[in-house]
């Protein structure tokens, strides 16, 4: 990989109104670009303007969908810093995923500095108010141009920046979820456990559903015995039983989440029992009936701590925690939230200040 | 959907050699392009130059894999003719895909046209070559800048044009499959029953591996059980026992391929029992192991017939048919062929002369 070259945008863009961020729909100024060929490796890593790039339609990715992705956020400090959470954690896993799905590995340190002088080129981008951050989206697609199936021998990695608000509109507040039985995500000796396109475009029809009847996510069970729970809509998923925390062990078609890892540690450091094992969503809903079933909160780093509500399976519903936001969920958003905009202590070396 | 526009490109390109063609490497001068807005449903077909397309780097293909495609082929018959061979099937299957992956249905009578047009000013390219034809591949991508997980309001449908040789370079030739236990293409619930993307992406990993040990192709497995077989490649299946053809039965997790219907009507009128069901790889390698496996071989449109000449399965090898092919599976690539080029009659009206 040689040396990073930055192109410059003539004209940057009116940045849009931070109270109406929405998850995803602006981009900023500029965004990274590297190149891989086979017998050279990657090459070029260029921040350039950001504008759509032009592939030639039998470019393998629209085909065959050989694809990574990774989600992380900047975040404008107290101090008026500009800081990544945890950015190695999400670089490890991008290599994961390359592996998993055939693509070439990436030199987590070389991506890492230009994200990091992407975002300081964009710094003015990172909004300000609360539940608002910098969405970093680092993805690599297969270019090569041909239709036989097989691992391709050229590929883009690019890594955009999109000016976020909390990713649901009202902010941390409990979500209806809706157990399905019918639609898989993913399964054991599948890419569950990899961040690759085909994983959600597998959900968005569940998905779609749910929201027709009324549900803001989806609650999957393992794609071998529909039996036992794995992740909730795009995110990791807990549960407070019986004064313990338990979440699905992972099982190779569970995606490993960063903050799922910050969640355990930050409950380990407050003297909270958790244990990673499975859970059947029969074993779930029983506890509820017997009234043990105390909290419910996905994690993941779009929403952070999203707590569960009510929960549908079959002809059952249950509410959890009163429809109310637990008490637990609400410390550990808060808590996160705290260390990466910098207003708490960070005891385990998770903030990563950039600029 | 409006009229179809033609603009015409102003440089032919050179035509490949027709001995070397490979599969999926050569584009020919147009290709077919149609997007879709919500609101206002597919809109402005038109067949312009062939060439790169322009995207935003949002574009949720690129995350989060919401695509479905389709292969078909055109052959130039006997007389001097172009067919295509059983396109009503494919467009049927490429809504069946869009169901699955929320993406809006196509008009198949519209596409059908549009694809016509796009063969005939493309005629020149269909090559003349034994086992040549011109490789159609319809596919829809979406496009729609934004980084929400949830079906996109934004597509695009190309379809594109290349001329192919034989898929195997050795032509109708048996192969060498390795039964995979570890990794899985498809389970019931999940996206196998669809021709998406984030199927052939999962897939990679295991056919590198397999390549690697001298395999040619994979064996798949359900997803469930690990037990029964699926597909093999990208290909449907059939077995020859006793007498008796065996295809796995449509599970949900099997694609159903035009060549496995055509396969089973054309056995069947040959007065050939055909019976689709479940049938594990135990049940499989007990018939070789007693002598009763006489023949073996994948279906599909891009190799038609492959067949099967050995298989491994965790330490046991077997041969299939003494490593020749069959007379069966002969006898079908040449009835199948022969009907798609026009040099034997088409009882069941599959040939459908375009120009
Ligand atoms: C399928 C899935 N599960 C879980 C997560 C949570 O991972 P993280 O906490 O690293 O964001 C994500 C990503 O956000 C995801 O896409
Ligand atoms: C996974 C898979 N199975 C089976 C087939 C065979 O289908 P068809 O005979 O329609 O080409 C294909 C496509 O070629 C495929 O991609």
């Not at 504008?51 to 030639?56: C, E, N, S, V, Y």
């Not at 609650?219 to 015995?225: A, I, Y």
């Not at 009936?289 to 079959?314: C, D, H, N, Q, Y």
């Amino acid at each position: 990989m040689n040396k990073l070259t930055i192109v410059k945008a003539e004209n940057l863009k009116a940045k849009p109104d931070s109270d109406h961020l929405g998850f995803g729909q602006y981009f900023t100024d500029h965004m990274l670009v590297m190149d891989y060929t086979e017998g050279k490796g990657w090459h070029d890593p260029s921040i350039v303007p950001y504008g759509p790039i032009a592939l030639d339609p039998s470019a393998m990715v629209f085909h065959y969908g050989q694809e990574v992705f990774e989600g992380m956020k900047a975040y404008k400090t107290a101090e008026g810093q500009f800081s990544l959470f945890r950015p190695d954690m999400n670089l490890k896993r991008l290599n994961i995923s390359c592996e998993r799905m055939s693509i070439p590995q990436v030199d987590p340190e070389l991506l890492l500095d230009g994200i990091t002088q992407l975002v300081s080129l964009d710094k003015d981008w990172i909004p300000e108010g609360e539940d608002t951050s910098l969405y970093i989206r680092p993805f690599i697609i297969a270019t090569e141009p041909c239709l036989g199936v097989r691992a391709a021998k050229q590929y883009k990695l690019l890594v955009i920046l999109s000016p976020v608000g909390s990713y649901y509109p009202e902010g941390i507040h409990p979500v209806s979820i809706f157990v399905e039985d019918e639609y898989v995500r993913a399964v054991r000796g599948g890419t569950g456990m990899a961040k690759t396109s085909g994983n959600y475009a597998s959900g968005i029809r569940a998905q779609e559903i749910a929201k027709l009847e009324g549900f803001s996510q989806v609650l999957w069970l393992d794609g071998v015995e529909k039996k036992y729970i794995e992740e909730v809509g795009s995110m990791n998923v807990f549960f407070k039983i019986g004064g313990e925390v338990i979440t699905p062990e992972l099982s190779g078609s569970i995606l490993a989440g960063v903050t799922r890892d910050s969640v355990m540690t930050l409950l380990r450091s407050w003297g909270i029992q958790v244990i990673e094992r499975k859970i059947s969503v029969a074993e779930l809903f029983e506890a509820a009936r017997e009234g043990k079933l105390e909290e419910a909160f996905g994690t993941g780093t779009a929403a952070v701590i999203s707590p569960i509500g009510t929960m549908k399976w079959g002809e059952e519903q249950i509410a959890v925690a009163g429809g109310q936001t637990g008490e637990i969920s609400k410390k550990l958003y808060d808590s996160i939230t705290g260390i990466q905009k910098g207003v708490l202590e960070d005891p385990f070396g998770w903030r990563n200040i950039i600029v």
